[in-house]
């Protein structure tokens, strides 16, 4: 399948940042082959700037976040409408620290997700332990009831219709890296899941993006296990030449 490399720039890049990015990406962007896929999600607030700056790139647009109604009086939230109006063609949903900071739960995921979905955006569910729970050995009971739970009741036709990350709590700007091993054990679970929920011909061909301090010199490694169809990744993607050499993980970025 083909993977994807997701930046997600989080709370960072001003207008005058985003557009340094894209003039000193741009230059080397020219050399990313095409049997993979790249998203950028930035600010809500600058989706527009980085769509209108990379015009026509081969670079998808995507959001970092949406509420699942098309309008209303939800003060501050953006709508699916809104998202796709402004370029996107991706949207993360349950990032870990949005279900941290503002009390996301599996529900409020599913809800966006099914949203996310009937309008033609391309949701990029995550899921995710903290250190805590892995240590009490809880993380692939956890995993599960993320999934399931923010599954439930959706269907697809289309695999890449959908992605999911998994972004374990305690490697997300800590420096630490899940061991491939240790990654795949947790894709290949969520896999099964997939594959329960939506039949082999769909469950095995929906990516799942591993995310959690991805660097250039990591990510290679990451990109070998099985179910690792990918990356999400955070502060790494934010200097235009770490992130195309992490989306050029089979070669080092060295062309």
Not at 79 to 88: A, D, F, L, Y
Not at 175 to 196: F, M
């Amino acid at each position: 399948m083909k993977p994807l490399m997701a930046a997600n720039w989080k709370l960072n890049k001003t207008k005058e940042e985003i557009e340094q990015f894209v003039e000193e990406f741009s230059v080397i962007a020219r050399y990313i082959p095409g049997d993979r896929d790249v998203m950028i999600a930035p600010v809500s607030l600058y989706i527009d700037f980085l769509a209108e700056k990379l015009n026509k790139s081969m670079v998808g647009i995507g959001a970092q976040n949406m509420y699942w109604e098309e309008q209303g009086a939800f003060t501050g939230e953006l709508s699916p409408v809104m998202i796709k109006n402004s370029g996107c063609s991706y949207v993360i949903i349950g990032h870990s620290e949005r279900r941290q900071y503002f009390c996301e739960t599996n529900e409020s995921v599913n809800k966006k997700v099914k949203s996310a979905l009937n309008h033609d955006l391309i949701p990029i569910m995550c899921c995710g332990e903290t250190l805590e729970q892995r240590e009490s050995g809880e993380t692939i009971s956890f995993i599960t009831q993320q999934v399931k739970e923010g599954l439930a009741d959706i269907k697809i036709k289309e695999p890449e219709k959908l992605v999911l990350a998994y972004e374990p709590i305690w490697a997300i700007g800590t420096g630490k890296t899940a061991t491939p091993q240790l990654a795949q054990e947790v894709h290949g679970n969520i896999r099964k899941i997939l594959i329960e929920l939506f039949g082999a011909d769909i469950g095995n061909e929906i990516r799942i993006l591993y995310g959690g301090s991805v660097k250039p010199n990591n990510v290679h490694s990451l990109m070998e296990m099985d179910d690792i169809n990918g990356a999400l990744v955070g502060g790494a993607s934010l200097d235009p030449v770490s992130f195309y050499k992490i989306i050029r993980y089979d070669s080092g970025g060295n062309e």
